[in-house]
């Protein structure tokens, strides 16, 4: 795959704050890249430099070889679905759609009809294109927000936490159709988001910032199972800690009895068992006052608080971080 999207030494500075450092990275022709980090670390900021809402303190933003750090947005061949959807009141779902086609082109293009069709099917808005916004669901909401920026044929598309404002059950579903769609329509997508497992589940790739600066790059196995650093480590999931050394909860073993052929085997004392569903949650304290938690198979015994257990790993499962 090429490239289609790249930033080169991306800045973006205010009085006070850097708020992007010097970022560079490419984006692929057809890939699902995620920005992700905590609230502060750059990922909006670069959303907004990319779309054209901000300019760049220094640095070059190129889109298929071009540089378009000095255009305006709507020179700009990309389309942004923001956090809130932006959708017009006043106008009905398909006029909603259509609008970027009449604005950015100067009229309806010929093969308007022909987008609009195609996408309606694949979103499954047939039965709600007179209707108003108010009138529609948050997911549905969601996906008229996406029609209205796919029908442009955008070379990226940039999406700022567009799941953030859904309940939990109705993001899951959401989230499946999005990584869905985006297989589909074959767009590059430009996702931001805070949310972990979210960035996990429908990445190709993901750029884990830090306080303006990039922290790691690289597909979502490869983030996870070998963080170059204690932020990423811990920023990614949960780690447990121990004289520099990170082990995983889904990787921290509990027994009763000493385990057989391990020198990584400590004393502890249980300090809640908890059932989630999908696992069983449980918090030890170690004889030297560390705190562990472990997230075993949820047909494991469960444990009693203030049971005396052996807590302990496999050393292939180590993390190996600086201190």
């Known amino acids: 795959m090429g490239e289609v999207l790249e930033l080169r030494e991306l800045s973006r500075h205010y009085p006070a704050q850097r708020a992007l450092d010097e970022l560079s990275l490419n984006v692929s022709e057809g890939e699902f890249f995620s920005l992700l ?9 670069t959303l907004r430099l990319v779309a054209g809402l901000e300019a760049p303190t220094s640095g070059r933003i190129l889109l298929r070889g071009e540089a378009i750090e000095h ?9 942004t679905v923001f956090q809130n959807y932006a959708l017009f009141p006043h106008l009905t779902v398909r006029e909603n759609i259509e609008f970027g086609l009449r604005h950015r082109h100067g009229g309806r293009p010929v093969d308007a009809d022909k987008r ?27 996906r008229v927000a996406l029609a209205r920026s796919l029908v442009l044929h955008p070379d990226v598309l940039l999406l700022d936490e ?3 404002a859904l309940d939990p059950n109705l993001r899951k579903q959401v989230r499946d159709e999005l990584k869905a769609l985006q297989r589909r329509v074959g767009i ?14 429908l990445s190709d790739r993901i750029a884990l ?13 490869e ?29 921290t073993l509990l027994s009763r009895d000493q385990p057989a052929n391990s020198e990584r085997v400590y004393d502890s004392v249980v300090q809640r068992c908890v059932f989630l569903g999908n696992h069983l949650h449980v918090e ?27 807590v302990w790993w496999r050393a292939e499962d180590e993390l190996l971080l600086p201190i």
């Open 209 to 221: 910032l830090n306080a303006g600066r990039l922290e790691q790059l690289g597909t979502p196995q």
């Open 162 to 164: 567009p799941l953030s």
């Open 37 to 45: 980090g905590p609230s502060g670390c750059g990922k909006t900021t």
């Open 188 to 201: 590059t997508f430009l996702f931001v988001t805070h949310d972990q497992e979210e960035a996990l589940y």
């Open 284 to 310: 030890a304290e170690l004889s030297g006052g560390e705190h562990f938690i472990a997230e075993l198979p949820c047909n494991s015994e469960g444990f009693q608080a203030g049971e005396r257990v052996h």
């Open 223 to 251: 983030i996870y199972q070998h963080p170059c650093s204690r932020f990423a480590a811990s920023f990614l999931g949960r780690v447990n800690w121990l004289n520099g050394t990170g082990i995983r909860p889904e990787a």
């Open 116 to 142: 609009i069709v195609e996408l309606v099917e694949m979103l499954q808005l047939g039965d709600k294109l007179d209707r108003a916004p108010e009138q529609l669901s948050g997911g549905e909401r969601q």
């Open 71 to 79: 255009r305006r947005p709507h020179d700009r061949n990309v389309s």
